[in-house]
C-alpha cells in the first residue's frame, strides 16, 4: 500500500511540480534508511523472544499471558514500522500539492 502512495506522490510531484522529489543527495543515503529499518526489525524480533524465555524462567506463571501480550504489541509496532515512511511520505506529498494548488513558495531543505 505504502509502495502505491509513494508512487503516486512522486509522479504528482514530477508531473505537476516539474521537479524532483528532493531525493537524497547523494542517493546511497536511502540505502542507509533501509538499512536501519532491517536492523530495528531484526532487533525487535529478535528481542521479544529473548524477553520470553528470561520470563518464562523468571515467572512461568506469567508466561503466557506474557507471550499474548508481547505477540499483540510486536505486531501493532512492527505494522506502524513497516508503514511509517508510507504515511510520512504521503503527508509530505499533500503539503507539497497544496502548496502548488494555493501558490506557496517552496523552498528546497
Known sequence: MHCIVASVVVLGSYFLGNGDFHLPNPPLFALFGVI????????????GWLTEIVVRKIWPREADRFATTSFS?????????TLTPGILLGVGGIFAFCGYLFGVAHKPL
Request: aromatic share 14%.
Open 36 to 47: 536501519l529499518y532491517a536492523i530495528a526489525a531484526n532487533v525487535c524480533f529478535t528481542g
Open 73 to 81: 504489541l510486536g505486531l501493532i509496532f512492527s505494522v506502524l514500522l
